[in-house]
């Protein structure tokens, strides 16, 4: 499905095509890029894309990004997401990024925007703990004001690739005595600050993808705070507003469902009975992806006229985690008893693993899909959100 | 319906609910899951010398006569811890096909073994593109004086690398998908020309590719009627689907009550997690999911063990139900432990994980639920 494009804007889809044909890094497409990818090479894209002043296309120009309209924006997200490429580091571009060049100060803008858009600062994100879940707003970690540092001791959990990271944004509590939302403020720490430890968490499909952030003590410059203190949860959704609108998924979903219909081609005879069966699942899910799809060009043409989707942004966070979960799931039945195998981590080429190559991420892309109607708010959360928030139940 | 236990199965069942408490905790699995050979000796021949191994069998072959239901309470248990040692393969699928369709020489040659837990089996039926369907079988075996010649691949064989003993498919004659024709072997794992390349399974087991490049098998190594392997497999499958339910219907219970336990205790906006409405209809969703599976899966085992018409129907029809619930039931445990059922320290996804190689063993859901359409 396309939008109605603009014969200009058609010609900048056409650029974007060909500029992702001719600079994507051959080294990057391994079989599970979100796993298999060191850091440095991770950055590879990164760094082409910055170069090419594209990497950042939520940012005003002034900040440095590309300055496209709605559309502009929509079109590269989807050019690049059918291609399979792999997104620039949210929590950098799309997270810290906007939060500090719309509430910080001068002198942050500064010291990190640059450094955001040339990847040389990895980000990761300090909201969840250990006794919070969804409910974010329920930080414990505390910083304690002294003199021009606060004294922050805490405990930040299912951190994403904080093994990486330079930076993290958290959210802290700063007036113990005032209720939930209020007294949490957002602060940007050092990762090699003293009293940081990065303690790795190995999901179920074995890979380590996220951490357990110990802070013990930790001094962190009071100018490294975002915005006034205790007004941290302001800034806090409106992250998670920009989180959730990017969770659609609509490219990679199609290319996965691309991908199942050639591994059930090749895996199941037209004459099994059973190829029926999965040409009409695989229907069911495409056109879930096909009304989703639909629903999203809808949103930015209202959007393109200044029409603030709102919390109905939860929506693209059910369906397109719904979807890509039956996806996987299709995609490790699809393999017979192939499923049954698992590779190791950390992955390495000289370990042997059964069956096609297509079907040696299956497994694991199962299991770790799981976690997508977990994070970034449950899908049960997210439906609350639209029964409160829409429908004013 | 209900199942009333005798006094011998009541002891049976605590018997290994006792051993599997104070010698299988998750702690011990784990640790045994991670050894180089990811199974443990010990444990196994405990297993032996409380008599599970020769529970199933009948007391002409020299076993306790527990049958399918004795399968049934040791599978349960065993799924409830997660246990990886080989009892569903040595036992039921090799020790079960012996004891059905072994020659009364063959059975007094290799059930001792089997049941005084001397020796490891497991069974090589599938192949790359067989899938589920054991016709599809283009491994040969033929005839050379007084050997059979095998010369193939099979595929996905868990347990292969832990094994002394194989039964292996093999087309004795006819064309790949032929009905008539594939015959069973008793094969050694140390034959020569036999080739394992192994791997590790979703659940924490180990698993092998066999590649057979001219294995020499005697001929009185041939299990069961000449051509008539697939008849014999299905009865086995039946009997492995009997099993693997018990299997499920262990590890559903464990998750229920772990993620009934978690909504209690944990904390959200203030409030038990159990206190959400939302909440509380999926896990009543959980808990009719495992009622049906618990019911459907002595349905079956007591249909087998009385040896009733439709048996195989009605193992397809389970297999596929008691599938599906289970994975739904594993599914939500996680989702409702939230990122702790991702992690793997917690049993949870270990559970899980179980559960999708349960479903993929003998067929999955989708598989069994055309079966049993096939048939009605």
Redesign the interface.
């Known amino acids: 499905m396309e939008l109605n494009l603009s014969s200009e804007d058609a010609a900048f889809r056409d650029e974007v095509r060909a500029f992702i044909a001719g600079n994507y890094p051959a080294e990057m497409r391994v079989p599970n890029p979100e796993t298999d990818l060191s850091k440095e090479q991770m950055l590879l894209w990164h760094r082409i894309l910055h170069q090419k002043g594209w990497i950042a296309p939520l940012w005003p120009k002034e900040y440095g990004g590309p300055g496209w309209s709605i559309t502009r924006r929509f079109i590269f997200e989807q050019e690049t997401s059918r291609a399979g490429t792999l997104p620039p580091l949210a929590f950098s571009i799309t997270m810290v990024g906007p939060v500090i060049y719309t509430f910080g100060n001068d002198a942050q803008k500064q010291k990190f925007l640059p450094r955001i858009l040339s990847g040389e600062d990895w980000w990761c994100q300090g909201y969840?703990e250990p006794?919070s879940?969804?409910?974010l707003a329920?930080v414990r970690t505390k910083a304690v004001r002294e003199g021009d540092h606060y004294v922050v001791n805490g405990h930040k959990?299912?951190t994403t690739l904080a093994q990486h990271a330079d930076w993290i944004f958290c959210l802290v509590r700063t007036d113990p005595s005032a209720k939930a939302q209020a007294g949490i403020s957002f602060l940007l720490i050092d990762m090699k600050s003293p009293g940081v430890t990065v303690r790795p968490?190995?999901?179920?499909d074995?890979s380590h993808e996220?951490n357990d952030v110990f802070l013990e003590d930790v001094r962190v410059p009071a100018e490294n705070l975002i915005g006034e203190e205790n007004k941290g949860w302001t800034y806090a959704k409106f992250l998670l507003g920009n989180e959730r609108t990017s969770m659609a998924g609509i490219g990679r979903s199609t290319r996965y469902l691309g991908r199942l219909k050639h591994i059930v081609k090749t895996?199941?005879g037209e004459d099994?009975?059973?190829f029926g069966?999965f040409i009409k699942e695989i229907a069911r899910v495409e056109l879930d992806v096909l009304a989703l799809e639909a629903t999203e060009l809808r949103i930015v043409a209202q959007m393109s006229r200044g029409i603030d989707p709102g919390p109905a942004a939860s929506l693209f966070k059910i369906r397109g985690t719904e979807i890509f979960q039956r996806i996987t799931d299709l995609t490790?039945?699809a393999i017979?008893?192939?499923?049954?195998?698992?590779r190791?981590h950390p992955v390495s080429a000289n370990?042997?693993?059964?069956?096609q190559d297509y079907g040696h991420t299956a497994?694991e892309k199962?299991?770790n899909s799981?976690?997508l109607?977990?994070?970034g708010g449950?899908n049960?959360i997210q439906?609350n959100i639209i029964a409160k928030a829409v429908l004013g139940l | 319906m209900d199942i009333q236990l005798t006094e011998e199965q009541e002891l049976l069942r605590s018997s290994i609910q006792r051993f599997l408490r104070e010698q299988y905790d998750f702690d011990a699995r784990r640790k045994i899951v991670a050894t180089d050979e990811g199974w443990s000796r010990k444990h196994w021949s405990a297993f032996a010398e409380l008599g599970l191994c020769a529970a199933p069998f009948q007391e002409s072959s020299g076993g306790l006569g527990g049958g399918s239901l004795a399968t049934m309470i040791v599978m349960q248990e065993f799924g409830r811890n997660l246990v990886v040692e080989p009892y569903f393969e040595t036992v039921v699928l090799a020790g079960g096909l012996i004891e059905n369709v072994g020659s009364p020489e063959q059975r007094e040659a290799l059930l001792p073994d089997i049941m005084d837990g001397s020796a490891i089996w497991t069974l090589a039926w599938?192949e790359?593109q067989?899938?589920?369907d054991f016709n599809n079988v283009a491994t040969t075996a033929r005839r050379q004086g007084d050997k059979f010649v095998l010369s193939g691949a099979k595929?996905?064989v868990?347990g292969a690398p832990w094994a002394d003993k194989l039964i292996i498919s093999a087309r004795t004659s006819g064309s790949p998908r032929d009905r008539d024709g594939v015959s069973l072997f008793v094969v050694d794992q140390h034959s020569a020309n036999l080739h394992l390349?192994?791997?590790?399974?979703?659940d924490g087991r180990r698993?092998a590719?066999l590649t057979l490049m001219d294995v020499q098998v005697p001929a009185d190594r041939l299990l069961g009627a000449e051509g008539g392997g697939v008849a014999a497999l299905e009865a086995c499958r039946d009997r492995a689907i009997a099993a693997l339910c018990a299997e499920a219907v262990g590890a559903m219970s464990v998750l229920n009550s772990a993620t009934l336990e978690y909504s209690k205790a944990?904390?959200?906006?203030g409030v038990a997690l159990g206190t959400?409405q939302?909440?509380q209809h999926r896990m009543v969703d959980m808990f009719i999911a495992l009622e049906e599976a618990v019911s459907l899966t002595q349905h079956l085992n007591l249909s087998l063990a009385a040896r009733e018409p439709n048996g195989s129907k009605l193992a397809s029809g389970t297999k596929s139900k008691v599938g599906y619930a289970a994975r739904f039931v594993a599914?939500q445990a996680?989702?409702l432990h939230?990122?702790m059922?991702?992690?793997?320290?917690l049993n949870v996804?270990?559970y899980?994980?179980r559960i999708?190689?349960i479903n993929?063993?003998f067929g999955?859901p989708?598989?069994h639920l055309?079966r049993y359409a096939?048939q009605s």
Do not use: C
């Open positions: 969840s006794g879940g969804s409910d329920s959990t299912w968490i190995i999901t179920i074995g996220v895996e199941l099994d009975p059973m069966e490790h039945q017979g008893n192939y499923g049954l195998a698992i190791e370990r042997f693993m059964p069956g497994s199962y299991l799981r976690k109607s977990i994070y449950s049960e439906r | 599938a790359g067989s899938r589920y595929a996905a868990i390349q192994d791997f590790k399974t979703i698993a590719e944990r904390k959200q906006f959400f939302v909440l599914e996680v989702q939230g990122g059922g991702m992690s793997d320290e996804g270990h899980f994980k999708s190689s993929i063993q999955d989708a598989y055309m096939q």
